[in-house]
């Protein structure tokens, strides 16, 4: 599906067990929401597999008749129930609630509505909570789209990454070329305030022109906000696979320099500004506040399989596979596989990490020191903002943005 989710750390192959009733430290419930508390629910059908996907996805042949889409979301609020036992009211409301995938809109659309009860009736929403679904273009149709609508979503995000046939091909895609900015178009029609389009760029095969094209089709479909994510070719792929057979050529990090500097100028000639590195909106109410939840440090409960939370400086992760999931569920204990409780340290390095890629930066007193020092030679090397620096932030230039990774492995201590 796309890639909508934030690069959330990497997170360890196993960790210290998760307790059966999916209890917390006391320490974790103190301080659930003090940077925001959200919702994440993780869909794991797909109707076909994508040849560049890794995630947790699974289509109804590989299921073999295990789980299926008619009774995953009593599983989810089953997993709901465990969560209001182990937080007993000590969260605040959701301010946003996220349904990625997968592609959730394979689920009727009051299936996705009920567990949106759910999760209100769990922890309450709050009263500008931001509802968000990720969608495959030919997955909704206006009347899916207003029963989402009816139900109280407020922002859909629809998976484009290409509006050349030849690059959906290489990826996958079952789309036809027009269709994700047609659905685009259709939700504005609908009433959505808030809609998304995800490209790829780097395909292998892709074009100046291709790139050029998808992004003209992306602003014409008048979306508030569009993610560009560098296609990075995952082991266990068949991408991968055609790859090492030499079938395709693996992406060249200099054409994806490029195709991220046209990227920025044609969308920001359009008034999308970035506000992540790979995300630009029409302005601030335009931004995903889910995702900036995970780049700003907040709390999220995530329900399905293999779905990641945080909650007070403790991190765990589900089991993978639907049919897991749901007998941990039926057994009445927590679906979690592994949790690692964060030190300090651990949540400063990610904080960098992560701040440092949104458009507001971090303050420079807040790194730890030689950080200081090198956000200063950062800033002589044109990879921090002369501006922002003198008012005491690290925020990246566009050519830092092209090199993101390394100036915040170079800003962390040595």
């Given at each position: 599906m796309?890639?909508?989710?934030?690069?959330?750390?990497?997170?360890?192959?196993?960790?210290?067990?998760?307790?059966r009733d999916g209890s917390l430290p006391a320490a974790a419930l103190a301080s659930v929401g003090e940077r925001g508390f959200g919702v994440y629910v993780h869909v794991p059908f797909c109707a076909s597999r994508c040849g560049y996907c890794d995630f947790n996805t699974y289509t109804a042949a590989e299921l073999?008749?295990?789980?299926?889409?008619?009774?995953?979301?009593?599983?989810?609020?089953?997993?709901?129930?465990?969560a209001a036992r182990v937080l007993d009211g000590t969260a605040p409301k959701a301010r946003t609630v996220f349904f990625g995938g997968g592609t959730p809109t394979l689920l009727p659309a009051d299936d996705l509505a009920r567990i949106l009860d759910g999760v209100d009736a769990t922890f309450g929403l709050a009263e500008d909570a931001e509802i968000s679904t990720e969608a495959n273009p030919e997955s909704v149709d206006p009347a899916y789209l207003a029963r989402l609508l009816d139900a109280g979503f407020t922002r859909v995000s629809l998976g484009m990454q290409s509006a050349a046939r030849h690059v959906l091909a290489v990826l996958d895609r079952k789309h036809s070329p027009g269709r994700a900015a047609q659905a685009a178009v259709e939700a504005r029609e609908t009433g959505f305030g808030h809609v998304n389009l995800d490209l790829i760029y780097g395909t292998p095969g892709e074009r100046d022109e291709d790139w050029a094209a998808s992004l003209d089709a992306a602003v014409a479909a008048g979306v508030d906000h569009?993610?560009?994510?560098?296609?990075?070719v995952e082991d266990g792929t068949r991408l991968a696979a055609r790859i090492r057979r030499g079938e395709l050529a693996m992406p060249d990090d200099d054409v994806a320099a490029d195709r991220y500097l046209a990227a920025d100028a044609t969308l920001s000639a359009a008034g999308l500004?970035?506000?992540e590195v790979s995300n630009w909106a029409r302005d601030e109410a335009a931004r995903?506040?889910?995702?900036?939840?995970?780049w700003q440090g907040g709390d999220w409960w995530?329900?399905?399989p293999g779905a990641h939370s945080h909650v007070g400086g403790v991190r765990w992760w589900n089991v993978r596979h639907p049919s897991a999931y749901a007998a941990r569920l039926a057994e009445g204990v927590s679906p979690g596989e592994g949790r690692e409780l964060l030190a300090d340290e651990d949540r400063y390095l990610e904080d960098v990490l992560l701040r440092l890629r949104i458009v507001d930066g971090i303050r420079v007193t807040s790194l730890a020191p030689p950080g200081p020092e090198k956000a200063a030679r950062a800033v002589a090397d044109g990879l921090l903002d002369e501006e922002a620096f003198a008012e005491g932030i690290?925020?990246?230039?566009l050519r830092g943005r092209l090199l993101a990774d390394a100036v915040v492995r170079d800003l962390l201590p040595d």
């Open positions: 796309s890639r909508t989710l934030a690069p959330v750390p990497g997170l360890p192959p196993d960790g210290e067990p998760v307790p073999a008749g295990g789980v299926t889409r008619e009774s995953y979301a009593d599983l989810v609020l089953d997993e709901l129930r465990l569009v993610s560009a994510y560098s296609l990075i500004d970035w506000y995903c506040r889910h995702n900036l939840l995970y995530g329900f399905g690290a925020r990246l230039t």
